[in-house]
């Protein structure tokens, strides 16, 4: 199909897109500012294990708090273990929140259109490629995700954990949700350990406010949920610090994509997913979040859902 100079062309060579097609320019012209607005995806499934991962993060806490540190006898001992725990706690939670409320980096549906087209100024002869699926034109680098229904800039994968894909937009929070979660898990693992010491040592007598079977069965589920959490993000936390700095995308290794892109040095990668030089702001979920902002942008737009 010759148009306007330029080629249109499909990635999996569906039926070209024509001018009856039907597709409202209209509808990316309402989500030009989804950036501005609070992405969330409704997948049962997603929801589901979101949930979980809050649920067994208040469990480890619960466990480390009311069973190991209150009842200890060394006050300094209970407090900086204490506070240590609960501060990495509210940052792995604040990084999977920012991971799951924040877009990836959808490209806008349904702006495929020959109006849309020619405000690109393509040079003649350039191609241009269509995803059939959310009728969007895909950007070098984008993927379809079938659960967000959307293209995603710079996908890497979708993560139920997070119920979102990990994009161009949010992956910095999803490498802290995980070296977060690794770093509690691996703690609550030492916790464990000089607890259980104690306790044997001092054969099961004032060890813990609850009975000795008790604080066994709640001890070594604590132990198995922190060894099964510690593994998983722990390799996961390498895989996408090695994909930062190789500036390649899960997806990309797994096709073995070749990089059309002109790649960037490992810390250049590392600089343009965290932002700006090495601060502490590389590691703050909180950076860039702005509540007021948030909240006057969610009552004049309200908030921006994938189904």
């Not at 619960?62 to 006050?75: E, N």
């Not at 932002?275 to 902002?293: A, D, E, T, V």
């Amino acid at each position: 199909m010759q148009s306007s100079g330029h080629r249109f062309r499909e990635v999996e060579h569906h039926p070209l897109l024509a001018e009856n097609d039907g597709y409202d320019s209209s509808s990316s012209a309402s989500e030009s500012d989804m950036a501005d607005r609070v992405w969330f995806i409704r997948d049962g499934c997603g929801m589901v294990c979101a949930v979980m991962t809050w649920l067994l993060v208040v469990y480890a806490d619960f466990v480390v708090t009311f069973v190991m540190l209150l009842p200890s006898k060394d006050f300094w001992y209970s407090l900086v273990n204490g506070v240590l725990f609960n501060c990495l706690a509210v940052l792995a939670l604040s990084s999977h929140l920012r991971t799951m409320l924040t877009d990836p980096g959808a490209v806008p549906k349904g702006n495929a259109t020959k109006e849309y087209m020619e405000s690109l100024q393509l040079k003649p002869g350039e191609v241009i490629y269509k995803c059939p699926k959310c009728c969007s034109i895909k950007p070098e680098r984008a993927h379809h995700c079938s659960i967000c229904k959307r293209c995603i800039r710079k996908m890497d994968h979708h993560c139920p954990w997070v119920n979102n894909c990990v994009g161009e937009r949010n992956q910095r929070f999803f490498v802290l949700f995980t070296m977060y979660i690794a770093l509690i898990s691996a703690h609550a693992l030492v916790l464990c350990g000089f607890q259980f010491f104690s306790c044997v040592r001092g054969q099961w007598i004032e060890c813990s406010d609850f009975s000795p079977p008790v604080t066994v069965i709640l001890l070594i589920f604590l132990c198995l949920e922190g060894f099964l959490f510690l593994t998983f993000t722990a390799v996961m936390f390498g895989t996408q610090i090695h994909s930062i700095c190789n500036d390649e995308t899960e997806i990309e290794r797994l096709k073995s994509e070749k990089p059309t892109w002109e790649r960037r040095l490992r810390w250049e990668g590392m600089k343009s997913v965290f932002g700006g030089q090495p601060s502490l702001l590389w590691i703050n979920p909180f950076s860039g979040f702005r509540i007021r902002r948030l909240m006057l942008r969610a009552k004049k737009g309200g908030p921006e859902f994938s189904v």
